[in-house]
């Protein structure tokens, strides 16, 4: 069964500077990788994803790496803002048929970015 | 694009009664959507993934006739809590992956059993 590790669990930063948020995973069998931000109360909004052929995906200031081979994947955020602030959550998509589609959520990082 | 709309954002109702929530994808057309629920501070726990036309298949231990789920169209998507109680309260939330584009996801329902 996947299971997905999400390093730091919070994680409280001064404004400008740049971090690195961690995940990781059991199975390296993965399909996709998708990073996701969750605001209190919302729902999840899609940062980026990376497909399993891929290494690394750039939006912005916002960059994600994908290493299937030691399960693991990060996060980086350049220059961060107080409107950073949010809990991001990395899920994987398994790569078997049997349960295709279905994603294998991180406990997520809560992210304090401060003014 | 490729947005998941859901309906409504936060419900009060009081124990014994049932309580719709509604999943619409807007621009694209889902055979498949997945329903969430997440408990405060932790991460999303599928509960269903619902298929068009079709029954919804269940994650273990999520019982069927308290969620019920139907698809009637390849844009709707509901789940029905029925005789709700104070401990199904929480946030759910539905996705759908509209094709090659990853998961889309609603921005959740706050259900609230008095």
């Known amino acids: 069964k996947q299971e997905v590790t999400q390093i730091p669990a919070a994680l409280s930063v001064p404004e400008g500077e740049n971090l690195v948020l961690n995940c990781s995973f059991t199975?390296?069998?993965?399909?996709?990788l998708q990073w996701f931000r969750q605001d209190p109360g919302k729902g999840l909004t899609s940062l980026l994803l990376?497909?399993?052929?891929?290494r690394e995906q750039t939006s912005g200031r916002l960059n994600a790496s994908l290493d299937k081979s030691s399960g693991r994947s990060t996060l980086y955020i350049a220059a961060s803002q107080p409107g950073d602030s949010a809990t991001y959550l990395c899920?994987?998509?398994?790569?078997?048929?049997?349960?295709?589609?279905?994603?294998?959520f991180g406990s997520g990082t809560q992210l304090t970015v401060l003014p | 694009g490729a947005v998941v709309s859901q309906h409504p954002s936060r419900v009060i109702c009081k124990s014994g009664t049932s309580v719709k929530i509604e999943c619409r994808s807007l621009?694209?057309?889902?055979?498949?959507m997945f329903w969430y629920r997440q408990f405060p501070k932790k991460s999303l726990m599928l509960m269903a993934t619902?298929?068009?036309?079709?029954?919804?298949?269940?994650e273990q231990g999520v019982e069927k006739d308290k969620f019920l789920i139907n698809h009637a169209s390849l844009t709707l998507s509901t789940l029905t809590v029925t005789s709700a109680h104070p401990e199904d309260s929480s946030f759910y939330i539905c996705?759908?992956?509209?094709?090659?584009?990853?998961?889309?996801f609603g921005s959740g329902t706050r259900l609230t059993v008095v």
């Open positions: 621009d694209f057309q889902a055979t498949t």
């Open positions: 619902s298929n068009e036309g079709s029954k919804a298949t269940y």
């Open positions: 199975d390296s069998a993965i399909y996709n």
């Open positions: 996705s759908a992956v509209p094709q090659a584009r990853g998961y889309t």
């Open positions: 899920a994987v998509y398994p790569g078997s048929s049997g349960s295709a589609r279905q994603l294998t």
């Open positions: 990376i497909q399993s052929s891929q």
